[in-house]
């Protein structure tokens, strides 16, 4: 038994970061199943892309834990928002499922957070949600390449001890791998 409080224990601490496709929240994914069957309280969202007629219409956010969803951003909904590239953002998105999905993540669980992007990062509220859990849970999360232009998140990646890594076609299953290693011996069940 473990008697060393949350806060002095080894937490785990990964972000990954590769250009759009490369395979980072299929990746996040594989690693929810594993963790899961580990018996290890998993919460957080993941962000999934939405295709129609073969083109990239938006993202919808995920609940991990819950499994409720909402469109984060689109190419026609939500107009007169907030714009990343040609996507109109869904603000209320990140208010209703994906701060939520952070705070709820209890003491020694896994939050996993895909992504630490542009679009989340329109909300105010969201490195401020990700600070409030930081320090008493495990956390996965990928995160977008240009992250060190972004002062506060920089701080945040840095503060925290994070280690990022970039993820390639040709280092997916190295990199999936060398995870799993890692949740196994870092993440326990409560």
Known sequence: MNLLPLTTRA????LITGPPGVGKTTLIKRLIEHARSLGVGVYG?????????GSRIGFRIVDVNSGREAWLAHVSLFRG???VGRYN??????????????KAATPGSLAVIDEIGKMELLHGEFLKALEEVVDRVH???TIYMAYKTNKPV???VS?????VIELTRFNRDQVLNE???????EVKPR
Not at 159 to 163: A, I, L, N, V
């Open 154 to 156: 920089a701080s945040f």
């Open 139 to 141: 956390f996965l999360g």
């Open 45 to 53: 969202f993941i962000t999934t892309e939405v295709r129609e007629g």
């Open 11 to 14: 937490m785990l601490r990964v």
């Open 81 to 83: 928002g907030p714009m």
């Open 159 to 163: 503060r925290h001890g994070f280690k």
């Open 179 to 185: 995870l799993i290693r890692e949740l196994d011996r």
């Open 89 to 102: 953002v869904n603000l209320r998105a990140m208010e209703e499922i994906g701060i939520p999905s952070i």
